[in-house]
């Protein structure tokens, strides 16, 4: 998205997908003319009101279309049509069905509202449509804009791509929200929007006043009237919460250092090394110095293939997984110089969505690599144990471990020694998900089940999994009829949206307290939300299962990688290109460091044969749990090849009296009714310390198992 004379072009498709880059950040104004509030009624209406009585870009105007484009098996949206690569309204292009088109002035369009797109062309179905607008900015400042779709959205700003995601949903306001660099001038807007079947939507306005160029006098009254309610604001405003416990430093690069990154690991020197998804990899030393002169960033080696994880052995040599192999790199004379595969026998088809991640060590020396399935023409395992987990033995050889992944980015071990993986929302992926992986076991994606004849499973797994059969069985109650046996379920599910959207590589807290109150708990990067979450764990019968909770937000690009650091402080890797992120920056490295001071938590939630026990960090008021302190809802996901799943069957659930402990930081909450399959959503309402200390995150998504016997 971009800014001075801005055009807007919006591209249409029925699938969504990510954005890559940011534009730099500009310096904030005064207010530009002295203007006035304008309440009509609903904040969408009212801030574009408003932000014409300041002189400023109201986005309202001449608005252009282009289409339609082909969105046949959803492959428009990841085509880039010409009007991707440069706008002219003069120009004609081929479209659907080989039909001649060209940039007409849209003049139904209308902001603040959601629009029907069904109407160009008398198209129905698999269809891509473009929105183009442009406008004048009298000076540099930063802007919210809002948007919804349906299906998917693509969205540029002055020539980069700042959203590129593939939903499938009904249209509507605050879905995706951007904060772009206007600059003084021209500025562009171009919008995206594919379409399958159904409903052809998008909605489009911008979503607040700019901070500092709009008074704050006037900011305030639109919040009073119309409060907030998207997810960027909230998680901005949650940020300002968070930062009073955990601060985030920011590693400054150099002007070379393109630092998309794709794996971090600490050598026993101290000195950070970070992989990335351009193929390089660079050393960071003193990276957890407050004095951020202190740090030096450099080339450490290049030439490599898309390096989406490492491992550190010593501060000689590092493990690098590339897309297609696990090499071994060793340093000589501080310069590294050898470069030696370690195991290259799984396949690479040439597939984008082909990624590999890892690798995750175990004491005796084995590496687990999980591998991505591919995207084109539906997801699909077109090579070799795509769809996987293996595992590389130190001599190199490969053995199939698990199968039914999608897109695991992130594989790592518990200080327990066990093996867990995050997934990503897709097909036959309900929402992001955290597994504990075992050997042999299937995990829900059916494209790998092709490699099941050439495994060690051959044989071994029931028919109807090996030969590849779907099932989308669905009773009247909505549950699944046809799951396969032995299909595990994951110990974490992420609401889609409320605990982010692409799920990155799980850590452990073994700081020993250096971190917080969190020791032995596991903090999972969401690469769309730009965000870091927590998971607190426990074993029922056997099965691990536990609740799930926001930590920390507000960061400036898409988390990727994690990873502690000696100091106690945890070290967050980020990437943004094609694959999209709040924030506004493309790539970056950022620190979080415990500041002290302990927050008011949930510290985790542990199921009992009642309902579910609260344990906090700091003693509960007795004097602030009022007749209902805490809310408990629910719902599950139905098992099916569709693209993600709603959340489904929701219900709000009976509430007992609830009982504090004598310590007062255990609150037990009676809940009638428990159910394996389903998650638990506990909300709190009021409760505070005895001086009045609010729950930072009075939310907590208990994944439920088993049931206490």
């Given at each position: 998205m971009r800014v001075l004379r801005l055009t807007v072009f919006v591209m249409l498709v029925a699938s969504v997908a990510m954005t890559p880059a940011a534009a730099p950040q500009a310096k904030t104004p005064a207010p530009i003319q002295q203007g006035e509030?304008?309440?009509?009624?609903?904040?969408?209406?009212?801030?574009?009101?408003?932000?014409?009585?300041?002189?400023?870009?109201?986005?309202?105007?001449k608005w252009y279309y282009v289409g339609p484009f082909d969105n046949t098996n959803d492959n428009g949206f990841e085509t880039e049509y010409p009007p991707e690569k440069k706008v002219d309204l003069k120009a004609f292009y081929t479209g659907k069905a080989g039909e001649k088109i060209g940039w007409e002035e849209f003049k139904g369009f209308t902001l603040g509202k959601v629009v029907d797109l069904r109407k160009f062309g008398n198209v129905k179905t698999n269809a891509a449509i473009y929105l183009y607008h442009t406008f004048e900015a009298p000076a540099a400042y930063k802007q919210l804009l809002s948007f919804g779709s349906d299906d998917t959205l693509t969205v540029y700003f002055n020539g980069k791509r700042l959203i590129h995601e593939k939903h499938s949903r009904a249209a509507g306001p605050d879905q995706d929200i951007v904060d772009v660099d206007v600059?003084?001038?021209?500025?562009?807007?171009?919008?995206?929007?594919?379409?399958?079947?159904?409903?052809?939507?998008?909605?489009?306005?911008?979503?607040?006043?700019?901070?500092?160029?709009?008074?704050?006098?006037?900011?305030?009254?639109?919040?009073r009237d119309f409060p907030p309610g998207n997810v960027v604001a909230n998680m901005n405003q949650a940020a300002m919460?968070?930062?009073?416990?955990?601060?985030?430093?920011?590693?400054?690069?150099?002007?070379?250092?393109?630092?998309?990154?794709?794996?971090?690991?600490?050598?026993?020197?101290?000195?950070?090394?970070?992989?990335?998804?351009?193929?390089?990899?660079?050393?960071?030393?003193?990276?957890?110095?407050?004095?951020?002169?202190?740090?030096?960033?450099?080339?450490?080696?290049?030439?490599?293939?898309?390096?989406?994880?490492?491992?550190?052995?010593?501060?000689?040599?590092?493990?690098?997984?590339?897309?297609?192999?696990?090499?071994?790199?060793?340093?000589?004379?501080?310069?590294?110089?050898?470069?030696?595969?370690?195991?290259?026998?799984?396949?690479?088809?040439?597939?984008?969505?082909?990624?590999?991640?890892?690798?995750?060590?175990?004491?005796?020396?084995?590496?687990?690599?999980?591998?991505?399935?591919?995207?084109?023409?539906?997801?699909?395992?077109?090579?070799?144990?795509?769809?996987?987990?293996?595992?590389?033995?130190?001599?190199?050889k490969l053995e199939p471990w698990a199968y039914g992944l999608r897109s695991p980015n992130g594989i790592n071990f518990s200080p327990e020694g066990e093996l867990f993986y995050c997934d990503n929302q897709g097909e036959w992926v309900a929402t992001n998900?955290?597994?504990?992986?075992?050997?042999?076991?299937?995990?829900?994606?059916?494209?790998?089940?092709?490699?099941?004849?050439?495994?060690?499973?051959?044989?071994?797994v029931p028919d109807k999994v090996a030969s590849g059969i779907r099932y989308d069985g669905v009773d009247k109650n909505g549950n699944q009829t046809d799951i396969y046996p032995d299909f595990d379920p994951p110990c974490i599910w992420f609401p889609y949206g409320r605990m982010g959207k692409s799920a990155s590589e799980p850590v452990w807290d073994t700081t020993g307290g250096k971190f917080g109150p969190f020791t032995g708990q596991a903090f999972v990067g969401d690469q769309t939300n730009s965000n870091v979450m927590r998971v607190a764990l426990e074993k029922v019968n056997g099965v691990y299962q536990g609740a799930c909770f926001p930590f920390r937000s507000g960061l400036q690009c898409g988390v990727n990688r994690l990873c502690f650091a000696p100091d106690g402080s945890l070290m967050v890797g980020q990437t943004n290109r094609g694959w999209g992120s709040l924030g506004g920056k493309p790539y970056g490295l950022q620190r979080i460091a415990y500041e002290g001071k302990e927050p008011f938590e949930i510290h985790h939630v542990t199921l009992t044969k009642d309902g579910f026990d609260l344990v906090f960090t700091k003693p509960v008021s007795v004097e602030s749990i009022g007749l209902k302190p805490v809310s408990v809802s629910s719902f599950t996901y139905i098992y099916k090849s569709d693209y993600g799943c709603p959340e489904t069957d929701a219900r709000f659930e009976m509430v007992g009296k609830v009982k504090l402990s004598n310590d007062g930081k255990t609150l037990s909450v009676p809940v009638g009714g428990l159910k394996k399959g389903r998650v638990y959503e506990i909300r709190l309402d009021g409760i505070t310390t005895a001086d009045g200390e609010k729950v930072l995150h009075p939310e907590a998504y208990y994944t439920l198992n088993e049931l206490v016997k």
């Open positions: 509030y304008v309440n009509k009624g609903n904040r969408a209406d009212s801030v574009r009101a408003t932000l014409t009585t300041h002189g400023l870009p109201n986005f309202e105007g600059k003084k001038g021209t500025n562009e807007l171009l919008i995206k929007v594919c379409q399958g079947q159904g409903e052809w939507e998008v909605y489009f306005s911008p979503g607040d006043l700019p901070k500092g160029v709009v008074p704050e006098t006037i900011r305030k009254r639109l919040e919460g968070e930062a009073k416990f955990y601060k985030v430093n920011t590693i400054q690069l150099p002007p070379d250092c393109v630092l998309e990154v794709g794996g971090l690991g600490f050598r026993p020197d101290g000195k950070l090394l970070a992989c990335t998804r351009r193929g390089e990899i660079w050393m960071v030393e003193n990276p957890t110095s407050d004095s951020l002169g202190d740090v030096k960033v450099t080339k450490y080696a290049g030439g490599l293939h898309e390096a989406l994880g490492l491992w550190v052995k010593d501060n000689d040599t590092v493990y690098v997984v590339q897309r297609p192999e696990l090499t071994k790199i060793v340093e000589k004379d501080g310069v590294a110089s050898e470069f030696s595969t370690v195991c290259d026998k799984w396949g690479v088809s040439g597939d984008y969505h082909e990624f590999a991640f890892g690798p995750a060590r175990d004491k005796a020396g084995n590496f687990f690599i999980t591998l991505n399935v591919g995207f084109g023409g539906g997801h699909q395992a077109k090579a070799a144990w795509r769809g996987w987990c293996v595992k590389v033995h130190p001599d190199g998900k955290m597994h504990h992986i075992k050997q042999g076991k299937f995990y829900g994606h059916q494209a790998g089940l092709r490699w099941v004849k050439d495994s060690p499973f051959a044989g071994k």
